[in-house]
């Protein structure tokens, strides 16, 4: 009984290592198919899209957040420029996603 324990133990770190990776695959494979690279094209100003995992979700099994932020400078010359940075991410319930066969 000890060993079968054990192994489980051992299977479940295992995909504890390799979730992130797996949900930021699965992420890639969404933007390219559905929205053509649009969502990390946009993101990649502020480090692309983040990916967090939440033991507070009870209701959902995850939600993407996204928020645009305009930046005003004044250049030396006394013209305005204007950069636009968007910030996203999506939190993903740990429980929802605990084990690789399902």
């Known amino acids: 009984m000890k060993k079968r324990d054990k192994a489980a133990l051992e299977a479940r770190k295992a995909f504890e290592a390799q979730k992130c990776e797996i949900a930021e695959a699965f992420l890639r ?3 390219e198919k559905i929205m053509g690279g649009q969502v990390a094209e946009l993101a990649s100003s502020c480090g692309g899209v983040k990916i ?3 033991r507070k979700l009870n ?8 928020r645009r932020e305009t930046l005003r400078k ?6 305005t420029v204007v950069e636009v ?3 996203a991410s999506v939190e993903l319930a ?3 996603i605990d084990c690789e066969g399902g």
């Open 94 to 96: 740990e429980k929802v």
């Open 85 to 87: 940075k968007h910030h």
């Open 74 to 79: 004044k250049a030396g010359d006394g013209e």
């Open 59 to 66: 209701s959902t099994a995850g939600r993407a957040n996204w």
């Open 29 to 31: 494979e969404l933007d």
């Open 52 to 54: 967090v995992w939440s």
